[in-house]
């Protein structure tokens, strides 16, 4: 959320009050991966990077709205295409090193940025980190890091297109997902939010576990924990969702009704940043427990059907049971068999109400 005492032109200036955090942070996680071209990268650029829309690569707008208008159409030109050839790719192995690639990455990242946000708090405190209302952290480590963030967001449109060449559906949360986010990252580099850490930090962890599954049941794998990523999701949109309407209540409540002073509630961005923030995260929240209740449902018919097709099975088993002149010796037996019917029959051929073992 931009400029409170500071314009937006002022980054250079925010820039010279960066905490004295490690430049190194990235590099030593880098290297710790082994990915070595990522630690060798200049540090005197991460240390002073700036996101500049026009200058920084990437932050263009109007090549934003051009990239997703083209993600869209590269989709539906994929899809006719693999129509037209009358059968899917076969891109296992593919689809095995994007998502092994994309999980690393991401822990590559989600540890660097927790190295620098605690190199943050260490030196500021929380609130300086969660709300920055002097503009402090508006350039330098952490910003770099938002801008990797935001281009992997880039290479993820990959998953969408692997989809289409493989023939495989592609549902309108996922398309709109990955459209929706590469908005939502620039929107937050363009507005300098305060917040934005936060659903940053914890979508990579997601990512991390994400990929690493798809990764992994594309080996063949059976993953027992799938049913945990949806709920995983959920939470990770309230707890972001709730983070980012928390740092705009406080900068409304300093700046526009001046209850609280500005510089320290005054949480550093822009209104029209926060705005598109919470819009598209509440939307993601909104999406994703519509198909968590569908992913229930789901398993309640499911799990109707099979008990249906139980119910099924055993009546025939009792009809043959009785074509064959056998009936249950006790009510036990009935019980234990599931067959209900069983229990009048039995009381009618031994006495209602009386077992064996307790005469």
């Known amino acids: 959320m931009a400029s409170n005492t500071v314009p937006l032109s ?30 060798a990268v200049d540090q005197h650029t991460i240390k002073n990077f700036r996101f500049d829309v026009g200058v920084t690569p990437l932050s263009s707008p109007l090549g934003v709205a051009l990239c997703v208008v083209s993600y869209f159409a590269i989709i539906k030109s994929l899809q006719a295409w693999v129509r037209a050839r009358g059968k899917p790719f076969n891109l296992n192995w593919f689809v095995i090193v994007h998502n092994s690639l994309l999980s690393i990455g991401s822990a590559v990242l989600w540890l660097s940025m927790v190295a620098e946000l605690l190199l943050i708090y260490n030196s500021h405190g929380f609130w300086s980190l969660a709300c920055d209302p002097l503009g402090k952290h508006v350039a330098g480590p952490i910003y770099f890091i938002y801008f ?17 060449l493989r023939g495989k559906p592609i549902p309108f949360l996922h398309s709109y997902h990955h459209a929706a986010t590469l908005v939502l990252c620039w929107s937050q580099l363009w507005a300098q ?81 926060a705005y598109v923030g919470i819009a598209i995260i509440a939307s ?52 234990a068999n599931g067959y209900a019917k069983h229990l009048s029959q039995f009381e009618a051929s031994n006495g209602a109400g009386r077992r064996p073992h307790q005469e």
């Open 10 to 39: 002022g980054v250079a200036t925010a820039a010279s009050v960066l905490p004295n955090s490690d430049p190194d942070v990235f590099a030593l996680v880098a290297n710790f991966f082994g990915l070595h071209h990522l630690a």
């Open 148 to 164: 990797v963030n935001y281009v992997f967001k880039y290479v993820e449109l990959i998953d969408t297109f692997l989809l289409a």
């Open 193 to 273: 939010s305060c917040i934005q850490w936060l659903p940053i930090v914890i979508n990579l962890l997601v990512h991390v576990v994400m990929y690493a599954y798809y990764a992994l049941h594309a080996m063949g794998q059976d993953i027992w924990w799938k049913k945990h990523l949806t709920t995983g999701q959920i939470i990770q949109f309230i707890v972001a969702l709730t983070g980012c309407i928390l740092a705009f209540g406080s900068r409304v409540a300093s700046l526009q009704l001046h209850i609280l002073p500005v510089d320290q509630y005054g949480c550093w961005g822009t209104s029209g940043g």
């Open 284 to 335: 993601y929240l909104y999406l994703f427990i519509v198909l968590y209740k569908k992913m229930y449902a789901r398993k309640k018919v499911a799990a109707a059907k099979r008990a249906e097709t139980a119910a099924s099975t055993a009546e025939k088993h009792l009809t043959n049971g009785h074509s064959n002149g056998h009936t249950p010796r006790t009510i036990d037996e009935a019980v």
